[in-house]
């Protein structure tokens, strides 16, 4: 059973800075992607940014391009969103997710998400 915990949600002021964790067990993702997406109140979950293990590849959503950072540590099976110049509409749920061809065919696991709350 894939496991995936994200951590590191909060409350921030507008233009600060937040890092989310996503801790992954049950399996050897060396050959997985995994990505972060994220769902606001009233609206349908949204892709952020995805990596294949190894960063070889990280694509971002444009609205979050220059102002967040996907990255993975293999050895720790942990993946991370560093997200910076925070705007009140980065406010949602944030999500991991897996997939064996996330980018392609959409994850196959998912975290239970954290709050991320940005006031103006």
């Known amino acids: 059973q894939v496991q995936l915990v994200e951590s590191g949600g909060g409350l921030v002021q507008a233009g600060g800075s937040l890092r989310l964790s996503c801790a992954a067990s049950?399996?050897?993702?060396?050959?997985?992607?995994m990505g972060w997406f994220r769902q606001a109140p009233g609206k349908e979950r949204e892709f952020v940014a995805a990596i294949t293990w190894g960063g070889v590849r990280r694509v971002y959503a444009d609205f979050v391009k220059g102002r967040f950072t996907i990255s993975g540590d293999n050895a720790k099976n942990m993946v991370y969103l560093e997200m910076t110049s925070l705007k009140p509409e980065d406010t949602a749920i944030y999500f991991c997710a897996a997939g064996v061809e996330l980018l392609r065919k959409g994850p196959g696991y998912w975290g239970r998400g954290t709050q991320v709350t940005v006031s103006s």
């Open positions: 049950g399996r050897t993702f060396s050959s997985y992607e």
